[in-house]
Protein backbone atom coordinates (compact mmCIF):
# COMPACT_ATOMS: atom_id res chain seq x y z
CA UNK A 1 0.00 0.00 0.00
CA UNK A 2 1.31 3.33 -1.13
CA UNK A 3 1.16 5.70 1.84
CA UNK A 4 -0.08 9.37 0.37
CA UNK A 5 -0.26 12.88 2.49
CA UNK A 6 -2.06 15.65 0.81
CA UNK A 7 -1.39 19.63 2.88
CA UNK A 8 -4.53 21.49 0.49
CA UNK A 9 -6.50 24.05 2.30
CA UNK A 10 -9.06 24.33 -0.53
CA UNK A 11 -11.78 21.25 -0.26
CA UNK A 12 -12.62 21.87 -4.03
CA UNK A 13 -8.96 21.22 -4.86
CA UNK A 14 -8.37 18.42 -2.07
CA UNK A 15 -11.35 16.05 -3.36
CA UNK A 16 -9.88 17.06 -7.26
CA UNK A 17 -6.46 15.55 -6.12
CA UNK A 18 -8.44 12.64 -4.08
CA UNK A 19 -10.49 12.07 -7.09
CA UNK A 20 -7.55 11.84 -9.37
CA UNK A 21 -5.66 9.83 -7.08
CA UNK A 22 -8.81 7.21 -6.51
CA UNK A 23 -8.99 6.92 -10.63
CA UNK A 24 -5.32 6.32 -11.13
CA UNK A 25 -5.41 3.82 -7.81
CA UNK A 26 -8.33 1.94 -9.53
CA UNK A 27 -6.60 1.97 -13.25
CA UNK A 28 -3.31 0.77 -12.36
CA UNK A 29 -4.09 -1.86 -9.50
CA UNK A 30 -3.01 0.46 -6.65
CA UNK A 31 -3.60 0.58 -3.29
CA UNK A 32 -3.35 3.93 -1.70
CA UNK A 33 -3.66 4.82 1.76
CA UNK A 34 -4.48 8.93 1.57
CA UNK A 35 -4.64 11.32 4.66
CA UNK A 36 -5.09 14.80 3.88
CA UNK A 37 -4.54 18.19 6.24
CA UNK A 38 -6.07 21.81 5.67
CA UNK A 39 -3.27 23.55 7.33
CA UNK A 40 0.51 23.15 7.60
CA UNK A 41 0.33 23.28 11.77
CA UNK A 42 -1.61 19.48 11.66
CA UNK A 43 0.57 18.14 8.93
CA UNK A 44 3.68 18.72 11.02
CA UNK A 45 2.20 17.85 14.31
CA UNK A 46 0.85 14.31 12.46
CA UNK A 47 3.98 13.50 10.22
CA UNK A 48 6.12 10.87 11.23
CA UNK A 49 7.97 10.11 8.12
CA UNK A 50 5.10 7.98 7.08
CA UNK A 51 4.43 8.71 3.63
CA UNK A 52 5.81 7.36 0.54
CA UNK A 53 4.57 10.47 -1.26
CA UNK A 54 3.06 14.39 -0.65
CA UNK A 55 0.76 16.31 -2.31
CA UNK A 56 1.40 19.46 -1.11
CA UNK A 57 -0.09 23.18 -2.14
CA UNK A 58 1.79 26.61 -1.68
CA UNK A 59 -0.58 28.67 -0.93
CA UNK A 60 -1.67 28.10 2.58
CA UNK A 61 -3.07 29.48 6.05
CA UNK A 62 -0.23 30.23 8.49
CA UNK A 63 3.22 29.63 6.55
CA UNK A 64 3.31 28.67 3.11
CA UNK A 65 4.33 25.49 1.77
CA UNK A 66 7.29 26.37 0.50
CA UNK A 67 8.13 26.98 4.29
CA UNK A 68 6.29 24.10 5.09
CA UNK A 69 8.60 21.72 2.75
CA UNK A 70 11.92 23.22 3.80
CA UNK A 71 11.08 22.15 7.68
CA UNK A 72 9.76 18.75 6.37
CA UNK A 73 13.43 18.40 4.86
CA UNK A 74 14.88 18.76 8.08
CA UNK A 75 13.74 15.91 9.34
CA UNK A 76 12.66 13.88 5.60
CA UNK A 77 14.75 14.54 2.86
CA UNK A 78 13.99 11.27 0.87
CA UNK A 79 10.21 10.99 0.83
CA UNK A 80 9.03 12.72 -2.43
CA UNK A 81 7.38 15.81 -2.56
CA UNK A 82 4.98 17.33 -5.46
CA UNK A 83 3.55 20.44 -5.17
CA UNK A 84 0.51 21.27 -6.27
CA UNK A 85 -0.70 24.82 -7.08
CA UNK A 86 -1.66 28.15 -9.33
CA UNK A 87 1.78 29.94 -8.25
CA UNK A 88 4.33 28.59 -10.76
CA UNK A 89 6.78 31.63 -9.76
CA UNK A 90 7.75 29.13 -6.88
CA UNK A 91 9.11 26.47 -9.47
CA UNK A 92 12.65 27.63 -9.44
CA UNK A 93 12.00 27.45 -5.35
CA UNK A 94 11.03 23.92 -5.83
CA UNK A 95 14.22 22.45 -6.39
CA UNK A 96 15.33 23.70 -2.67
CA UNK A 97 13.26 21.66 -1.52
CA UNK A 98 14.43 19.03 -3.35
CA UNK A 99 10.67 18.53 -4.84
CA UNK A 100 9.92 15.96 -7.37
CA UNK A 101 7.04 17.85 -9.36
CA UNK A 102 4.80 20.58 -9.98
CA UNK A 103 1.63 20.24 -10.56
CA UNK A 104 -0.95 23.24 -11.66
CA UNK A 105 -4.26 24.03 -10.85
CA UNK A 106 -6.56 23.17 -11.31
CA UNK A 107 -5.60 19.35 -11.83
CA UNK A 108 -6.74 17.56 -15.00
CA UNK A 109 -6.77 13.41 -14.66
CA UNK A 110 -4.50 13.46 -18.04
CA UNK A 111 -2.23 15.58 -16.83
CA UNK A 112 -1.90 14.07 -13.45
CA UNK A 113 -1.65 10.32 -14.41
CA UNK A 114 1.37 11.23 -16.97
Not at 15 to 24: A, F, Q
Not at 28 to 37: L, M
Not at 51 to 73: K, T, V
Amino acid sequence: MVRIKILEDDPADRDTLIECLRKYEREQGQSFSITAYDNPSDFMDNYHMDADLIFMDIELPGINGMEAAQILRGYDEQTPLVFVTNLAQYAIKGYQVDALDFMVKPVAYDDFSL
